[in-house]
């Protein structure tokens, strides 16, 4: 399917709490990466991978989005605004963007930066005719902590010092049908109930191990940890 045909649907309107101070008079998306705002690396990377109609949904501090981006014509795309007057959490953000979404949409988080091909994401979607697709890359941390194991008695059994937890994680990049919004009840919905919702009812729900990277700026320690990362890829590129 040629990306082109698809609409993107960017999930901006989050308080950004954990970002604190920094998100006090700007948006998360809008913090600084490098030279431009996360948000722009983001449109860049939708754009470069043939995507040209975008749905930013909105809310806090909104105008400071809205003015920045305006219709999307300087950066070659289409922009539309869905928009909140309180926070909805993930899912109720994405429920805000329903009137704009006639076919198949791909949902992405604005406090991220991709590098990976979408169009793999959508054929692969497409191919198991889900009703929705995550995508998830392989992930390993160590814990802070260790962990003892302890019997019905108290008494230890084991003792793993900080040990290593793996896994595939979802890295907030979705593509779905528009049928998926129906689990999704108006107000401050998670985005993993919505998914509770649809596998509950036997719907079809995919996972595809996407290969590339991604930066997260989800928090204060993110953050730094994303400018770091993207001045060292910056200093690959140059």
């Known amino acids: 399917m040629k990306l082109g045909k698809i609409k993107a649907v960017v999930l901006a309107g989050g308080l950004g709490t954990r970002l604190r101070p920094y998100t006090l008079f700007l948006p998360k998306p809008m913090l600084p990466l490098g030279d431009k705002p996360v948000l722009e690396h983001t449109v860049q990377w939708l754009r470069k991978s043939g995507v040209t109609d975008i749905v930013l949904c909105v809310g806090y501090l909104r105008r400071v989005i809205e003015d920045y981006f305006g219709d999307g014509k300087e950066f070659g795309v289409n922009i539309s605004y869905a928009r909140a007057n309180r926070p909805l959490g993930i899912a109720g953000q994405l429920k805000t963007a329903q009137p704009f979404i006639d076919g198949t949409f791909t949902c992405v988080y604005a406090d991220m930066v991709f590098d990976f091909r979408l169009n793999s994401v959508v054929d692969f979607h497409l191919t198991k005719r889900a009703l929705a697709t995550i995508v ?19 008494g230890v059994k084991d003792w793993r010092e900080k040990p290593e937890v793996s896994g595939l994680i979802n890295v907030g ?9 129906e ?28 290969k590339g990277d991604f930066i997260d700026i989800g928090d204060r320690r993110a953050y730094t940890s994303a400018y770091e990362k993207y001045l060292e890829r910056l200093g690959k590129i140059l």
């Open 173 to 181: 990049c979705y593509v779905m049908e528009p049928r998926f919004l």
């Open 183 to 210: 689990y999704i009840p108006s107000g401050m919905v998670s985005m993993d109930g919505a998914f509770r919702a649809a596998l509950k009812s036997g719907e079809r729900i995919f996972a595809h191990r996407a």
């Open 136 to 154: 998830v890359m392989p992930y390993k941390t160590t814990l802070r902590y260790g962990f003892v194991d302890v019997d019905e008695r108290g």
